[in-house]
């Protein structure tokens, strides 16, 4: 294989992370038998996104798509991922890598969120919905960009039936999840339940659980994970980028 996807993912100390992300990686790889597949960490874990592309490049690989693991474009898309591709391909004579957009905002992200929540025990149907408000949960960031996307995801999420669709952030932005929680119980929502919107677990998912849990929350849904429609959605942004013509000149050796 000439071609192959590099999935990039954040990493963590966690150890509940990188098991996530192999496991997606895994379900997107089984959906695309004919394709390589391969995941790399910006961070704590390996292999490095260097060490994978090298290790790419000396089994025949000379065009690489690398898909950023991320829900959002913030710091970590517009500046890490760009940087580290750049410095490896520069090392590695004949690569061509192609960069993915970042994997949201997408009805696909949207089915994997509703996914969690049914398997959590929420219910979808129209009357469930009426009565049900939902805080969708991300990790946060500084970005004002990133924190748009979500108020905007909340709001089209919202149109699908849902009481109320409430953003909320584990760090650098409000409000948090407990707060949210606390405002629609305020404002006589009989229902509320937590979507987190995030991939894999750790320090934050975990802050969103445990604010959930503080406020009385009637439901958590468990972290998007390896849920099929994420798995379609990395070979879906694969295949707008694999077709998307020349490589930038940036990240062509």
């Known amino acids: 294989m000439s071609r192959a996807l590099l999935v990039m993912a954040h990493g ?99 089915a994997s969120l509703e996914r969690r929540l049914a398997e959590a ?40 039936g849902w009481c109320a669709v409430r953003p909320a952030f584990a760090s650098a932005a409000l409000p948090r999840t407990e707060d949210a929680v606390r405002a629609l119980r305020a404002e006589g929502v009989r229902r509320v339940v937590v979507a987190p919107y995030v991939i894999a677990p750790g320090r934050l998912p975990d802050r969103i659980v445990a604010g959930a849990e503080a406020a009385g929350a009637d439901a958590v849904a468990e972290v998007l994970g390896s849920a099929p429609e994420l798995a379609a959605l990395l070979l879906r942004r694969y295949d707008e980028t694999a077709g998307a013509g020349p490589a930038l000149p940036a990240l062509t050796a």
Do not use: C, M
């Open 12 to 110: 963590s100390r966690d150890p509940r992370h990188a098991a996530t992300v192999h496991a997606l990686v895994g379900r997107a790889r089984s959906l695309r038998p004919g394709l390589r597949v391969e995941t790399a960490f910006l961070d704590f874990n390996g292999p490095t996104v260097s060490q994978a592309l090298a290790s790419l490049y000396l089994s025949g690989v000379r065009e690489v798509v690398a898909l950023p693991l991320l829900l959002t474009r913030a710091f970590h898309a517009k500046a890490d991922v760009p940087a580290v591709l750049a410095e490896s391909a520069t090392r590695l004579p004949g690569l061509s890598v192609r960069v993915a957009d970042v994997l949201g905002p997408s009805p696909l992200l949207v």
């Open 121 to 160: 025990g929420v219910g979808l149907g129209a009357a469930d919905r009426a009565t049900t408000g939902v805080v969708l949960a991300s990790a946060g960031s500084s970005d004002p960009e990133a924190i748009a996307v979500i108020a905007e995801i909340a709001r089209e999420w919202r149109l699908t």
